[in-house]
């Protein structure tokens, strides 16, 4: 069963502030990465065709698909997990999210629709989105 992860995207204010520092990135890179201490438990599920799901201004607003998840050092020899995506952004209907503190597990059916071919993102307040979704218009 495929299971997703969802994370804080520190930095960034936008898809394009993401754009930019993967493709940095992949100057030297072949795929964007991200490392990040704890190694995930369903780190198998995560694999089989599992993304990650960004959270920037308080809500989810693009995923990329996890291609490889590798346990690595860091210079000063403490165990790391590497995060390596897909360099494909894809924009989501944008689902409001609390912050919180390293990562989260996302299960399918939570995890918000991909925006269509063409589609725009409508940023709306996250207040405004969960009362909304709450009200189950979204």
């Not at 693009?62 to 050092?73: E, L």
């Not at 390293?102 to 269509?116: F, H, N, Q, S, V």
């Amino acid at each position: 069963m495929t299971i997703h992860m969802v994370k804080l995207c520190v930095g960034a204010e936008s898809i394009d502030d993401m754009i930019a520092w993967q493709a940095r990135q992949m100057k030297t890179l072949p795929n964007p990465i991200h490392r990040t201490r704890a190694y995930p438990k369903q780190a198998e599920q995560m694999l089989q065709g599992g993304s990650i799901y960004w959270v920037v201004k308080r809500a989810i607003r693009f995923r990329q698909r996890i291609i490889d998840i590798r346990k690595v050092d860091d210079d000063e020899g403490r165990a790391l997990c590497e995060l390596h995506f897909d360099p494909e952004l894809v924009q989501t209907y944008a689902q409001p999210k609390r912050p919180f503190q390293g990562w989260r597990y996302l299960k399918p059916d939570d995890a918000p629709r991909d925006l269509k071919s063409g589609e725009r993102a409508i940023d709306i307040p996250p207040d405004l989105g969960e009362a909304l979704k709450a009200a189950g218009v979204w």
